[in-house]
T-cell receptor
Framework: QKEVEQDPGPLSVPEGAIVSLNCTYSNSAFQYFMWYRQYSRKGPELLMYTYSSGNKEDGRFTAQVDKSSKYISLFIRDSQPSDSATYLC?????????FGAGTTVTVRA | DAEITQSPRHKITETGRQVTLACHQT?????MFWYRQDLGHGLRLIHY???????NKGEVSDGYSVSRSNTEDLPLTLESAASSQTSVYFCASSENPNQPQHFGDGTRLSIL
């Protein structure tokens, strides 16, 4: 079983819609969680970082962690065409990071 | 601004050749990581280092090696390139191994 499982995509939404991305994890140790955004032909860039249960907001982005069900989510409000990218969830795992496979999101103008 | 630089950005080579991909970071981070990214697999860890002279195998280390002689550089070597190693390779570094990593922009490697 993979350490982090991410909902497969791709997702295509109209501009202004809410984008919902989800991952589950298996190991309850090292509870540090991240979301990365990756544009085509570029490296992943950190979008959100959290280690607490509940919600963390940064502008149009909200990261949500539910430790009881081992579920992490990312919500993008008022999505823009510039949000079109691949989103990867990650979790600390024994002094390394484990990544989900990524979900490609397209926001249609 | 601190950054991670990978070179070359693109490379085409033949099976059986030795290939070295460079990674240089100016964050002064002790922790450095090499990943490969393939469709359907996400980022898979190849090798990592927690400091000078320290190297460790990741989940897909067969056919790859690294060496760490200073803080800034972690070159990745493919000893005898195979077509299955065609991929995009990313280098990353972090201040703490359980915390977010900074990534380079990748090397796209094709092995014919």
């Amino acid at each position: 079983q993979k350490e982090v499982e991410q909902d497969p995509g791709p997702l295509s939404v109209p501009e202004g819609a809410i984008v919902s991305l989800n991952c589950t994890y298996s190991n309850s140790a090292f509870q540090y969680f991240m979301w990365y955004r990756q544009y085509s032909r570029k490296g992943p860039e950190l979008l959100m970082y959290t280690y607490s249960s509940g919600n963390k907001e940064d502008g149009r982005f909200t990261a949500q962690v539910d430790k009881s069900s081992k579920y992490i989510s990312l919500f993008i409000r008022d999505s823009q065409p510039s949000d079109s990218a691949t989103y990867l969830c990650a979790k600390a795992n024994d002094y390394k990071l484990s990544f989900g496979a990524g979900t490609t999101v397209t926001v249609r103008a | 601004d601190a950054e991670i630089t990978q070179s070359p950005r693109h490379k085409i080579t033949e099976t059986g050749r030795q290939v070295t991909l460079a990674c240089h970071q100016t964050w002064n981070h002790n922790n450095m990581f090499w990943y490969r990214q393939d469709l359907g697999h996400g980022l898979r860890l190849i090798h990592y280092s927690y400091g000078v002279q320290d190297t460790n195998k990741g989940e897909v280390s067969d056919g790859y090696s690294v060496s760490r002689s200073n803080t800034e550089d972690l070159p990745l070597t493919l000893e005898s390139a195979a077509s299955s190693q065609t991929s995009v390779y990313f280098c990353a570094s972090s201040e703490n191994p359980n915390q977010p990593q900074h990534f380079g922009d990748g090397t796209r490697l094709s092995i014919l």
